[in-house]
């Protein structure tokens, strides 16, 4: 797995992109537990599960279809009160994207096995072509010159694209915010 702070990356990505009008801070939190949630599944190795078990480590859930389902557990139980149709989108879509993107990054390290992605129509394995990621890790080796050159990867790989996102979404929202006054005359 890319490592937790490499996760969590992404729905700070995506509520500096649409804004804390869209993503209040209890979408943030729930963004956050979903994002790192589907690794909870390392206890599997407790019980002897085997990795490769769609029961086990990056298993079902990584999968596409745990992340629409917890995503959209977490968006009935978030509904505004009075809601307008741009933020039920957005938090639909900002809370699938961090449940759903656990599995996809997963996917782009190069070492463990691969996401069930495609549980549970296939129990199969995936990772993307393209793998320039470092695997973390699990446990205390993370703090080592392995989990140096992890934290590098995760810097390039996610990490930039991640800031670029946030900050092309605070220049545009910056902007829209400026431009209001003169909308209203
Ligand atoms: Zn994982």
Known sequence: ????????????????????EAIPRRVLVAGLVLCALPDLDVIAFRFGI??????????????IAFGLVVALVCWWMLRPARPSRFTETA??????????????LDGLTNGGLGSAL????????WFA????????????????????????????WIGLPALAISLIGLAVRRRLT????????
Do not use: N
């Open 178 to 185: 400026e431009r209001r006054p003169e909308d209203a005359t």
């Open 1 to 20: 797995m890319p490592s937790l702070i490499a996760h969590i990356a992404v729905p700070l990505a995506g509520r500096a992109l649409l804004g804390p």
């Open 129 to 156: 072509p393209f793998r320039p990621i470092q695997v973390s890790p699990i446990g205390h080796a993370f703090f080592s010159s392995r989990g140096l050159a992890v934290i590098r990867s995760e810097a390039i």
């Open 91 to 104: 938090t639909a879509t900002y809370l699938v994207a961090c449940a759903v993107s656990h599995g996809l």
């Open 118 to 125: 495609w549980w549970p129509l296939s129990d199969d394995r």
């Open 50 to 63: 085997p990795y490769a078990s769609p029961w086990g480590h990056r298993g079902f859930t990584h999968s």
